[in-house]
């Protein structure tokens, strides 16, 4: 890896998938990971409810025993799950009953959250939802070195398709802490908050237009969009402690 795709020079990152989150985590004091179409925006829609969230690789077959070990409800895959059960919608997060803690996985936003634990002091999940609570509690703080990792979707032969709504997602976060005073910003993390800017008039329509969205209504989940298009509704930053995503 060459140090200049590490974007080191500079406290306030951007990059996408697993490998960026590799690049340009290192030396970072926090992690911010984006899954706008559903995994942080689903976290987000939790922790408002008090609810933990264990994030977990995709793929992987010890969820079910992860799940009992910590008394948590395992999330089943989003087209398999019956009325009243608990997916990585967050329609189905938001409507369920006596929920508590949730193991969670998904194949970009979790799994890169698993794979940063460990690695980052502090792994926060951000979407539209919560951006201006998380602005708010890293202006707090000074000197701090931020990775924004932009989860991004599969292509059918798993390499990794950017996803536009994830862009938004990690530039409207770095639109706040720019407005904030932060000034060492490399120019892949000011180009994502030129992105959100040109659609923050009408972001729910941009949601709705774009491929993920399109992806998600035409499988019957329009109610998935609207929630990942509610800006700045979250008061919760969320935090990955021992494990599982908790609300500060």
């Keep these: 890896m060459l140090d200049a795709h590490r974007q080191a020079g500079s406290a306030l990152r951007l990059e996408w998938g697993p490998t960026g989150a590799a690049a340009i985590g290192r030396g970072c004091d926090v992690?911010?990971?984006v899954d706008v179409l559903s995994f942080t925006t689903t976290a987000t829609v939790a922790a408002d409810r008090g609810v933990s969230v264990l994030p977990y690789r995709w793929g992987d077959d010890g969820a079910r025993a992860i799940a009992a070990a910590h008394g948590a409800t395992l999330a089943v895959g989003r087209s398999r799950a019956r009325p009243g059960e608990v997916?990585?919608?967050p329609g189905s997060v938001r409507e369920a009953r006596d929920l508590h803690r949730?193991?969670?996985p998904s194949p970009n936003g979790s799994t890169i959250s698993a794979e940063l634990a460990g690695e980052v002091p502090a792994v926060v999940a951000v979407s539209l939802r919560n951006r201006r609570a998380v602005a708010a509690w890293l202006l707090e703080r000074s000197d701090l070195r931020?990775?924004?990792?932009c989860s991004g979707e599969r292509w059918p032969d798993g390499s990794l398709r950017p996803a536009v709504e994830d862009l938004w997602g990690g530039g409207a976060l770095v639109d706040l802490l720019m407005q904030g005073g932060w000034r060492d910003v490399t120019p892949e993390a000011a180009a994502a908050a030129a992105a959100f800017r040109s659609?923050?008039?009408?972001?729910?329509?941009?949601l709705r237009a774009c491929a993920s969205g399109r992806e998600l209504m035409d499988a019957g989940y329009p109610v998935d969009v609207e929630i990942a298009a509610?800006?700045?509704?979250?008061?919760s930053v969320p935090v990955l402690r021992e494990g599982a995503f908790v609300a500060k």
Excluded: F, N, Q
């Design 31 to 33: 992690a911010v990971v």
């Design 87 to 89: 997916s990585l919608s």
């Design 102 to 104: 949730l193991v969670l």
């Design 146 to 149: 931020v990775a924004v990792v």
């Design 199 to 206: 659609v923050e008039p009408d972001v729910g329509a941009a």
């Design 230 to 235: 509610e800006l700045d509704r979250s008061r």
